[in-house]
């Protein structure tokens, strides 16, 4: 499975971005798919998942009703829509895959990973 990040940047507060996630590999090692974020001196969190098959959501409290995760099947993408960001929204943001059929925003099941993309919020 290869993962590849796109759409980072710098914003100011209020401001929206919109982060990509281009993915190879088997379905069968993609059937949860993630966005993780880790600040300086931070761990690494989630912060919303999506269940492939099913096209079921979740998100963490923290980024609720500002976020939004979706997938395009045909063209293998995942996408973070993110609006009204924070100053605390700042960090690298992740992609990832894993192979569990259940929605998780633990980090620990989550087979694979992208290098990431920096998002900055002033």
């Known amino acids: 499975v290869q993962l590849v990040e796109s759409g980072g940047g710098s914003v100011q507060a209020g401001g929206s971005l919109r982060l990509s996630c281009a993915s190879s590999?088997?379905?069968?090692?993609?059937?949860?798919m993630g966005w993780f974020r880790q600040a300086p001196g931070k761990e690494r969190e989630g912060v919303a998942q999506i269940t492939t098959s099913s096209g079921s959501t979740s998100y963490a409290d923290s980024v609720k009703g500002r976020f939004t995760i979706s997938q395009d099947s045909a063209k293998n993408s995942l996408d973070l829509e993110m609006t009204c960001l924070k100053p605390e929204d700042t960090a690298m943001y992740y992609c990832?895959?894993?192979?569990?059929?259940?929605?998780?925003?633990?980090?620990?099941?989550?087979?694979?990973w992208g290098p990431g993309t920096q998002v900055t919020v002033s």
């Open positions: 990832a895959a894993a192979r569990i059929g259940f929605p998780s925003l633990a980090r620990y099941l989550y087979n694979y």
């Open positions: 590999g088997p379905t069968f090692s993609r059937r949860c």
